[in-house]
């Protein structure tokens, strides 16, 4: 069976945690920040888990993360 190719796009947004769970970046965090309070700004550094819905799609794009 051929090499399964990793999908480039998909592996610069989602990144696999120690315990397989993939992570990604909020949304809204990278301009017109000024409007948004302190306290959402920073909680939009931290990285998410991505839901249910979506996993079985991201382990088909990467498939060696």
């Given at each position: 069976m051929p090499k399964l190719k990793t999908n480039k796009s998909a592996s610069k947004r989602f990144k696999r945690s120690k315990s397989?769970?993939?992570k990604r970046s909020m949304a809204f965090g990278n301009h017109l920040l000024t409007s948004k309070?302190?306290?959402?700004?920073?909680?939009?550094?931290?990285p998410a888990i991505v839901g249910d819905t979506d996993v079985q799609r991201l382990k088909r794009l990467l498939p060696y993360s």
């Open positions: 397989g769970k993939f309070t302190s306290k959402r700004r920073r909680k939009l550094r931290k």
